[in-house]
């Protein structure tokens, strides 16, 4: 905590109050218009939309979202995923737990109905999973794949064209990783090869086809392979040498190929040096081994980061070093360095980039854990008044809080002004007060606080 001392006051400047703000995040997921956070103490933090309890905080309904991390109430969670108005997560003890939209069967609980609470779907040995639109897939520590909801398209590669509404064995050993996009299906097998299942209009599962669907698992590439995503129509493949692969939907550039097109096979975006790809509605992320983090595609609400609201068919860098981990929602970034911090920018009209805005959007990366300190600052406006301001870089409600006693304890200070942040363009908390409410009371001390 700095102290400042000015015309016989004392200006304490501290950060925000947020909890836990120690605590570093290890893992980052996003859906269509929220975003989950996991921290390295085992808790889950949310963000954004929550029409249908994706958050799993115990409410749900389009007003209950939320445009600040919150503490959802489950522990021990070492994995997380999220995909369309879904989300899940792995626990220490292997279980394996969903929250959110069930109109397709994809909680695998075995009805159709949402839940906004996290419910227990297998007690043990799930070690990974991934969220498409309406279906969810999932691997065990025995290398079987395991899969349900929609199935209209194939994308759960059982045969049949079904919806499942409990979790079926889809393939028995060897799956490593799996990937989801809007409708078809992704995995990757311990030999480096990756198969593919389910919508292929736009040659997604880069079998040489268009086709409207491929209900059973089709291999794609047979070997080298290292990690695996998908967007809503396209799919990417890291192989060991570091190259980028692409295959599917390159409508909006996300290819990062200098092109604007369809391809059912797939093509080398990036010759070397990528470690992480992530990929969303019709924009793309990938992380470098040097830290940087690079973006294409489709850009018109800043989810590329890059300061403006072009598209690009050519990868661009967004940050130079220290980025460990990255996601994409449907248009929306989040992404996470190696000092634990996490930053998001795009679409914020569901709250889903966790700054405490609603409803606009940012094109350029904001920190929003920990939250960036507000910078309080003091001046004599004349005789008789003073003038503080802060520059908030983040939503909410700020509290101006004033005490004679420093040693008195916070929550008994007495709160002399508050201002409500809104507007991420007028984003300054202001006030002017007349010390005479304090006269006689020697020193006086102030604190910014925020909640």
Same mark, same amino acid.
């Given at each position: 905590? /700095?102290?400042?001392?000015?015309?016989?006051?004392?200006?304490?400047?501290?950060?925000?109050?947020?909890?836990?703000?120690?605590?570093?995040?290890?893992?980052?997921?996003?859906?269509?218009?929220?975003?989950?956070?996991?921290?390295?103490?085992?808790?889950?933090?949310?963000?954004?939309?929550?029409?249908?309890?994706?958050?799993?905080?115990?409410?749900?309904?389009?007003?209950?979202?939320?445009?600040?991390?919150?503490?959802?109430?489950?522990?021990?969670?070492? /994995?997380?995923?999220?995909?369309?108005?879904?989300?899940?997560?792995?626990?220490?003890?292997?279980?394996?737990?969903?929250?959110? +939209?069930?109109? +397709?069967?994809?909680?695998?609980?075995?009805?159709?109905?949402?839940?906004?609470?996290?419910?227990?779907?297998?007690?043990?040995?799930?070690?990974?999973?991934?969220?498409?639109?309406?279906?969810?897939?999932?691997?065990?520590?025995?290398?079987?794949?395991?899969?349900?909801?929609?199935?209209?398209?194939?994308?759960?590669?059982?045969?049949?064209?079904?919806?499942?509404?409990?979790?079926?064995?889809?393939?028995?050993?060897?799956?490593?990783?799996?990937?989801?996009? @809007?409708?078809?299906?992704?995995?990757?097998?311990?030999?480096?090869?990756?198969?593919?299942?389910?919508?292929?209009?736009?040659?997604?599962?880069?079998?040489?086809?268009?086709?409207?669907?491929?209900?059973?698992?089709?291999?794609?590439?047979?070997?080298?392979?290292?990690?695996?995503?998908?967007?809503?129509?396209?799919?990417?493949?890291?192989?060991?040498?570091?190259? &980028?692969? @692409?295959?599917?939907?390159?409508?909006?550039?996300?290819?990062?190929?200098?092109?604007?097109?369809?391809?059912?096979?797939?093509?080398?975006?990036?010759?070397?040096?990528?470690?992480?790809?992530?990929?969303?509605?019709?924009?793309?992320?990938?992380? /470098?081994? *040097?830290?940087? &983090?690079?973006?294409?595609?489709?850009n018109d609400i800043g989810q590329l980061g890059d300061g403006t609201y072009n598209t690009t068919n050519i990868p661009?860098?967004?940050?130079?070093?220290?980025?460990?981990?990255?996601?994409?929602?449907?248009?929306?970034?989040?992404?996470?360095?190696? *000092?634990?911090?996490?930053?998001?920018?795009?679409?914020?009209?569901?709250?889903?980039?966790?700054?405490?805005?609603?409803?606009?959007?940012?094109?350029?990366?904001?920190?929003? +854990?920990?939250?960036?300190?507000?910078?309080?600052?003091?001046?004599?406006? *004349?005789?008789?008044?003073?003038?503080?301001?802060?520059?908030?870089?983040?939503?909410?409600?700020?509290?101006?809080?004033?005490?004679?006693?420093?040693?008195?304890?916070?929550?008994?200070?007495?709160?002399?002004?508050?201002?409500?942040?809104?507007?991420r363009n007028n984003s300054v908390f202001s006030a002017t007060l007349t010390p005479t409410a304090f006269s006689g009371?020697?020193?006086?001390?102030?604190?910014?606080?925020? /909640?």
């Amino acid at each position: 905590m /700095k102290i400042l001392a000015k015309s016989g006051l004392v200006l304490l400047v501290c950060h925000a109050i947020t909890a836990n703000a120690t605590i570093a995040v290890t893992n980052v997921t996003a859906g269509s218009g929220h975003c989950m956070f996991l921290k390295s103490d085992g808790t889950l933090w949310a963000a954004g939309q929550n029409d249908y309890g994706q958050l799993g905080d115990g409410t749900d309904g389009m007003f209950n979202c939320t445009n600040k991390l919150e503490r959802i109430s489950v522990n021990n969670v070492v /994995k997380i995923a999220a995909g369309g108005d879904t989300t899940m997560l792995i626990k220490s003890d292997g279980s394996f737990w969903i929250a959110g +939209y069930n109109g +397709y069967d994809q909680l695998g609980d075995g009805t159709s109905n949402s839940t906004n609470r996290f419910e227990c779907i297998v007690a043990s040995n799930v070690i990974a999973a991934a969220a498409g639109d309406f279906h969810n897939i999932f691997v065990k520590s025995d290398g079987s794949l395991w899969g349900m909801g929609d199935n209209e398209y194939g994308e759960l590669g059982n045969g049949a064209l079904n919806f499942v509404n409990t979790p079926e064995e889809l393939v028995s050993n060897g799956v490593v990783a799996v990937a989801a996009g @809007a409708a078809h299906s992704l995995f990757l097998k311990s030999d480096g090869s990756v198969w593919g299942m389910g919508y292929n209009q736009f040659g997604q599962i880069g079998d040489g086809a268009f086709t409207r669907s491929v209900g059973s698992p089709e291999e794609i590439i047979s070997n080298n392979v290292v990690a695996i995503a998908a967007g809503d129509d396209n799919s990417f493949f890291i192989k060991s040498d570091g190259s &980028l692969w @692409a295959v599917g939907s390159d409508s909006f550039g996300q290819f990062g190929d200098g092109m604007y097109q369809f391809t059912n096979r797939p093509e080398q975006i990036v010759s070397a040096g990528v470690v992480a790809i992530a990929a969303g509605t019709g924009h793309a992320l990938f992380i /470098k081994s *040097d830290g940087s &983090l690079w973006g294409m595609g489709y850009n018109d609400i800043g989810q590329l980061g890059d300061g403006t609201y072009n598209t690009t068919n050519i990868p661009e860098q967004i940050v130079s070093s220290g980025v460990i981990a990255v996601a994409a929602g449907a248009f929306s970034s989040v992404f996470l360095k190696a *000092d634990g911090s996490v930053w998001t920018m795009g679409d914020d009209w569901e709250g889903q980039l966790g700054d405490g805005f609603l409803d606009d959007e940012t094109a350029v990366p904001e920190e929003v +854990y920990p939250l960036p300190q507000p910078i309080l600052t003091e001046s004599v406006s *004349d005789t008789t008044n003073l003038q503080f301001t802060a520059a908030c870089q983040f939503g909410g409600t700020f509290y101006l809080l004033a005490t004679s006693n420093l040693t008195q304890s916070v929550n008994l200070w007495t709160p002399v002004a508050t201002n409500t942040i809104s507007d991420r363009n007028n984003s300054v908390f202001s006030a002017t007060l007349t010390p005479t409410a304090f006269s006689g009371v020697g020193q006086q001390f102030y604190i910014l606080q925020s /909640k």
